[in-house]
């Protein structure tokens, strides 16, 4: 196809210059603010007719706002006539409502998948889905790459001994195993029990062995951080000697920052699919790029290529 057209919103422009600095292209021109009156107004500078156009948008906070934005961009794009219209979400907003847990409940990131289509999507681009099954939600092509080989190397760098990698919860397990297998380290996991609607969770008990060992606890996403510091507290207690975090979202909300600063953590590693304010980015907080990853993947969409390539399948 022709030459891709990157457009961004402002949830996280400099990730979108980064993809583009990949490509050897510009972010494409387009206003993209908002009135007094709270309403989003989107104008595109340069003609899009026929073109192949990606918007990069995560569906961070405020997540609401930046939901609409990418629905509106996407709508403008539309009417403007561009042939292919991809939505580049880095970060998957109300993923974790992927199911009715409770009754009368929505599956709110069933109702995102549909905004999407609505507004005239055909490709959804994204990294580490928080459940393997958003992926069905869609009718459209979605593509989702993982961050785990970015942190794989990064970790392989550091040429730690004695290691162990561990799983926050059951859930993120399989993702913690794949990692382990590439680090050449055992696996332990962490159960806990999620109570209500409050973000609280209790741990109750390690499945592996720690004592001794350099930890490294894996997760999809850090939130408001209470799993991530609860269960680098019991890997202390149970004598792991040092204790490193890993995961592609750096979400960060709420107390988040204060119980990082606070936890006995060494380093806490994460990619860049949201973007972490300067003044609250804590010196133990590490951020690697994910552009690339992206980068590429846009250019095997624009050219017809495989995307499972990039992944050796």
Do not use: W
């Amino acid at each position: 196809m022709n030459e891709p057209r990157i457009f961004t919103g402002n949830a996280n422009p400099a990730l979108a210059q980064k993809i583009t600095e990949y490509l050897k292209i510009s972010v494409a021109e387009a206003e993209v603010f908002t009135f007094s009156n709270d309403n989003i107004f989107v104008r595109l500078i340069h003609s899009v007719r026929g073109k192949d156009v990606y918007v990069v948008q995560p569906m961070s906070a405020p997540v609401n706002h930046n939901i609409m934005e990418l629905l509106i961009m996407i709508d403008a794009l539309k009417r403007a006539s561009a042939d292919r219209i991809t939505a580049v979400v880095p970060y998957y907003g109300y993923s974790r409502t992927d199911k009715k847990d409770q009754p009368r409940v929505p599956i709110t990131a069933r109702l995102v998948a549909d905004l999407l289509e609505a507004a005239g999507a055909h490709r959804v681009l994204t990294l580490d889905f928080h459940a393997a099954q958003i992926q069905g939600f869609f009718k459209i092509p979605v593509d989702e790459l993982t961050a785990l080989d970015i942190l794989v190397d990064y970790f392989t760098e550091k040429k730690i001994k004695n290691g162990v990698v561990v799983a926050t919860d059951i859930g993120i397990s399989k993702r913690a195993r794949d990692m382990a297998e590439k680090l050449q380290m055992p696996l332990a996991i962490m159960e806990k029990r999620r109570g209500g609607n409050d973000d609280k969770s209790e741990v109750l008990r390690i499945i592996g062995e720690v004592k001794g060992k350099t930890a490294i606890i894996v997760d999809d996403e850090i939130d408001t951080a209470g799993s991530l510091c609860n269960t680098a507290k019991v890997l202390q207690e149970q004598g792991a000697l040092i204790i490193y975090s890993c995961a592609t979202h750096a979400v960060f909300s709420g107390p988040a920052y204060e119980r990082m600063e606070k936890a006995p953590i060494e380093e806490i590693v994460v990619t860049d699919t949201i973007a972490i304010p300067a003044d609250k980015k804590l010196k133990k907080i590490t951020v690697l790029s994910c552009a690339p990853l992206l980068g590429e993947a846009i250019h095997r969409i624009n050219s017809g290529m495989s995307i499972g390539e990039m992944f050796g399948e």
